[in-house]
């Protein structure tokens, strides 16, 4: 039979955490006191200290914030928007049709940053054992195919062609820290090698640079770990679902679904039911 003393060291020691020092009247993130960020610090960089436990300088958290800012809404068409807009006329409350949004955020709509961010890393290591960039790229998309199939993720768009309007600016900002000493620039030059090579491999038709294929360099050369690109985007994207299910819900509407009731799905029938 097991000790009060025991008992206790158990209990306490059920959850280990280096993120929050919190008892009574006081209240520490990763050793900071909550009452001296408060008014000191950024949003993003609180996001940063938070997750990676340092704090970032300025210039790393401003190139952070623009990933973040770029990333928060794409419209109704987007999957996750239209849910969080069917939901809220359900009746549910803003963090259920938040809920419902995040929830879709998987490997194809919404995990493209990650998948992006796992591809540049290959490259990256690739480049550190010798070779070359256009070798490394080229091997590297060969090993991405080879896994994942043809369609690169962070690469091509629905509707933006041949240019999705974030990533040129994205990749401005990446430039102008690589020549102020902040990033390196070593994915930069990589993503635009990438979209190179698959710009020479569609018979000279440019690709467009995608948001997550944008952001994915900016979490890489900050130096994120490839499965934090997508809890990243999901932070930035709640921006734009909760925007969704609150203007929805003042909108209005009842039980909406994914297209106007005087439009019916096709039915195919059956063989058997012929």
Same mark, same amino acid.
């Given at each position: 039979m097991t000790s009060d003393r025991s008992d206790a060291d158990a209990i306490r020691h059920w959850w280990r955490t280096s993120i929050i020092d919190m008892e009574p009247g006081k209240i520490e993130f990763r050793g900071h006191p909550i009452q001296d960020l408060i008014g000191n610090v950024s949003?993003?960089?609180?996001?940063?200290?938070?997750?990676?436990?340092?704090?970032?300088?300025?210039?790393?958290?401003?190139?952070?914030?623009?990933?973040?800012?770029?990333?928060?809404?794409?419209?109704?068409?987007?999957?996750?928007?239209?849910?969080?807009?069917?939901?809220?006329?359900? $009746?549910? =409350? /803003? !963090?259920? %049709?938040? @809920?419902?949004?995040v929830n879709m955020l998987g490997d194809v709509h919404g995990g493209a940053g990650e998948q992006c961010a796992e591809l540049y890393y290959d490259i990256s290591d690739k480049l550190r054992v $010798?070779? =070359? /960039? !256009?070798? %490394?790229? @080229?091997?590297?998309?060969?090993?991405?195919?080879?896994?994942?199939?043809?369609?690169?993720s962070g690469f091509g768009h629905r509707f933006h062609k041949p240019v999705d309007p974030r990533a040129p600016r994205l990749m401005q900002l990446v430039r102008e820290a690589a020549a102020k000493g902040t990033v390196s620039g070593r994915f930069a030059d990589i993503g635009e090698e990438v979209q190179a090579e698959l710009g020479r491999q569609r018979g000279g038709r440019p690709i467009a640079m995608n948001i997550d294929g944008a952001t994915a360099v900016i979490f890489c050369e900050l130096g994120f770990p490839a499965p934090l690109s997508r809890g990243l985007f999901c932070l930035s994207r709640s921006v734009g679902v909760l925007s969704h299910a609150w203007e929805q819900m003042n909108q209005g509407g009842r039980n909406k679904g994914p297209m106007p009731p005087s439009y019916l799905p096709l039915y195919e029938a059956k063989e058997d039911d012929r």
């Open positions: 949003f993003p960089q609180m996001i940063w200290l938070m997750v990676r436990g340092d704090m970032p300088s300025a210039d790393e958290a401003a190139l952070f914030e623009a990933a973040l800012v770029a990333g928060v809404d794409h419209g109704p068409q987007a999957p996750s928007i239209a849910a969080a807009r069917m939901a809220a006329t359900c $009746g549910v =409350g /803003l !963090n259920n %049709a938040m @809920a419902t949004a $010798g070779q =070359g /960039l !256009n070798d %490394a790229v @080229a091997s590297g998309l060969d090993d991405w195919r080879a896994q994942y199939g043809k369609i690169v």
